[in-house]
């Protein structure tokens, strides 16, 4: 019988020692509602959410008998983009946004966007020194998703 798992428990609210296994994901993979996937190991199990949720680097699937596995965030093509000041870090996340692309905050204040060369002769255009790597891409979930979980008005138990 394939494992199931129902339940999405964000980081932070599970103890290593329940870990049977992990699933590392790349970005666009770990938006999911219902969907057969295999563990890092090759083991199938069952995601069955009741609604769509975003898996996030640290997150973890409760399964139905027991254990979770942890989710990890997959390495992936990626820009990180660096500016002088934050105004123009600010003007140059400005610039992303309006071209509705997912970008990621990194705690240094650098910003993190998927691979594009176009993007990339853009920002530096405008002034930004970039690196293109291979790294985890963990994005800005937008202001609705974020407010819901701080406000309590999600519907996990």
């Known amino acids: 019988m394939i494992r199931r798992a129902t339940t999405l428990i964000q980081a932070d609210h599970w103890a290593d020692d329940e870990v049977l296994s992990t699933v590392t994901l790349a970005y666009e993979d770990r938006h999911r509602r219902r969907i057969k996937m295999e563990d890092d190991d090759?083991?199938?199990f069952?995601?069955?959410l009741a609604e769509a949720k975003q898996l996030e680097e640290g997150d973890a699937l409760l399964l139905e008998e027991g254990g979770v596995i942890a989710v990890r965030a997959a390495d992936e093509d990626v820009l990180d983009i660096r500016c002088e000041t934050t105004a123009e870090t600010a003007r140059?996340?400005?610039?992303?946004?309006?071209r509705h692309?997912?970008?990621q905050v990194l705690a240094d204040g650098g910003l993190r966007i998927i691979y594009d060369h176009v993007l990339q002769h853009m920002v530096?255009?405008?002034g930004a020194s970039t690196t293109h790597k291979s790294a985890p891409f963990s994005p800005e979930q937008?202001?609705?998703?974020?407010?819901?979980?701080?406000?309590?008005?999600?519907?996990?138990h």
């Open 42 to 44: 090759g083991s199938a």
């Open 46 to 48: 069952l995601l069955d």
């Open 92 to 98: 140059i996340a400005w610039h992303i946004g309006n």
């Open 101 to 103: 692309t997912p970008v």
């Open 124 to 126: 530096e255009g405008l």
């Open 142 to 156: 937008g202001a609705y998703v974020g407010a819901e979980k701080s406000h309590g008005h999600g519907h996990d």
